[in-house]
Nanobody, 115 residues
Framework: QVQLQESGPGLVKPSQTLSLTCTVS??????????WSWIRQPPGKGLEWMGA???????YYSPSLKSRASISRDTSKNQFTLQLSSVTPEDTAVYYC???????WGQGTQVTVSS
């Protein structure tokens, strides 16, 4: 059973870059045809898929976030990271990392964008 755990700061100032890391256990992030995703849920709104990194290392992004989002990985630590630049209060949300094909999700981490 794959397990995922998000980590990162809970508070980010406007215009700064949000950086979150997902640590994976029970499976390798380099596994072929696995897509490791970042998903968020703003308060009172639905889930929004932000992007993913494949086992091959290829990355995919939501068109609405492509200009601000970047996903990378550290295979030695079995971790993948989300960076979201130029954040605004509208980026306040619970952020999840997930392996959707196995319906495995982290518990989520609250990120608030505020000065």
């Amino acid at each position: 059973q794959v397990q995922l755990q998000e980590s990162g700061p809970g508070l980010v100032k406007p215009s700064q870059t949000l950086s979150l890391t997902c640590t994976v256990s029970g499976g390798s992030i380099t596994t072929n045809y696995y897509y490791w995703s970042w998903i968020r849920q703003p308060p009172g709104k639905g889930l929004e898929w932000m992007g993913a990194i494949a086992g091959s290392g290829s990355t995919y992004y939501s068109p609405s976030l492509k200009s601000r989002a970047s996903i990378s990985r550290d295979t030695s630590k079995n971790q993948f990271t989300l960076q979201l630049s130029s954040v605004t209060p509208e980026d306040t949300a619970v952020y999840y990392c997930a392996l959707m094909r196995e319906d495995s999700w982290g518990q989520g981490t609250q990120v608030t964008v505020s000065s």
